[in-house]
């Protein structure tokens, strides 16, 4: 597990929910200048990927990103265990296996939420991966899928992939259908159910249980904690406000220190874009996580303009000039 300057092992009270084509690792340097301690995730990344691709490319990030675990996907226990050695070479605090995923790309390489199905192979990948690493082997899946979706069924699963040696599961406190609703619909349209996830808690006390899914802000997730459960994920809400997780360290991490205004915060993210645009990475991507910083504020849709023009020209300095509003206003 990670550690703070002090070398304390903290927890995961609050984490911002992987999310392939959001949680890129430009988008978790600009949480990170935001809250210290939230713990982070890689977007999902298939073992397969890892194994025949270039990991590197998937799997760097820097230093101050830390807690952060990579998130794996896979079935083969062999393949999946090959994965996290290489992902260990990279200095993850922790490695997720996706379980939760209802795309049908996902199931067709059988991934992902279909999983569910299999709790024994599940807990056969979990054992391999545990088995080669000493970090925390974590599963983060829904609370069913398709007919199988009561709890005797979902207790089935916790105490299969338990005994292979997870500890902690991040549920998404809603089933999925994998006939008949695409990836976007099952993120909305099953009901959520909080209370199930309390019920798991209270039937393994001794697992950790992470709720995830309609989160908006901290106080829900401070709520989720108040409920006795063991940690809160935000996703959706997280990528489109950021500075939502601006008081996160004092609120779940007691921490005191002051925490920059969010003109430093772009100040620094602007910093953190030039050195990465000077070593050849394009604009587009980068920026792209900026918006959602200004949602709330005076002028928010004229700066998302400023930004979206400033995407093709390559000049950080007409970047910085279209974002002078915000830098300026906020450092007076
Ligand atoms: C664009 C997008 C991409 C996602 N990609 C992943 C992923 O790679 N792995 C994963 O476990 N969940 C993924 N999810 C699901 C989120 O992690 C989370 O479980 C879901 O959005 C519910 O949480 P929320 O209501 O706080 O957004 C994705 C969600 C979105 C919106």
Partial sequence: MSSNAAGVLHRRWLSVAPMLNRTDRH?????????????????????????????????SHAGVEAPLAVQLAGSDPAALARAVIVAMEFGFDEINLNVGCPSPQVSAGRMGARLMAEPQLV??????MCAVSNLP????????????????????????????????????????????????RNR????????????????????????????????????????GL??????????????????????????????????????????????????????GPMLRHIPGLFTG????????????AQAGSGSLDSLREALAPVLNAQAA
């Fill in 137 to 184: 082997v974590t599963v983060k899946t829904r609370l069913g899928i398709d007919e199988y979706d009561d709890f005797e069924f979902l207790c089935r699963f916790v105490e299969t992939v338990a005994a292979a040696g997870c500890r902690t599961f991040i549920i998404h406190a809603r089933k999925a259908w994998l006939k008949g609703l695409d990836p976007k």
């Fill in 230 to 283: 063991d940690g809160a994920m935000i996703g959706r809400a997280a990528y489109a406000r950021p500075w939502c997780l601006a008081a996160a360290d004092r609120i779940f991490y007691g921490e005191h220190v002051a925490m920059p205004s969010l003109a430093e915060v772009l100040d620094a993210y602007l910093v953190h874009i030039g050195r990465e645009h000077a070593a050849g990475t394009p604009l």
């Fill in 27 to 59: 988008f978790r340097y600009l949480v990170r200048l935001i809250s210290r301690r939230t713990w982070l995730y890689t977007e999902m990344v298939t073992a397969q990927a890892l194994l025949h691709g270039n990991p590197s490319r998937l799997l």
């Fill in 297 to 308: 504020l005076s002028g928010a849709r004229a700066l998302r303009a400023r930004i979206g």
């Fill in 188 to 227: 909305t349209v099953p009901p959520l159910d909080y209370a199930c996830v309390r019920a798991l808690k209270a039937a393994y006390p001794r697992l950790e249980f992470i709720l995830n899914g309609g989160l908006q802000d901290l106080a829900m997730a401070r709520e989720a904690i108040a409920s």
């Fill in 123 to 128: 807990g056969e990948c979990v054992a391999a």
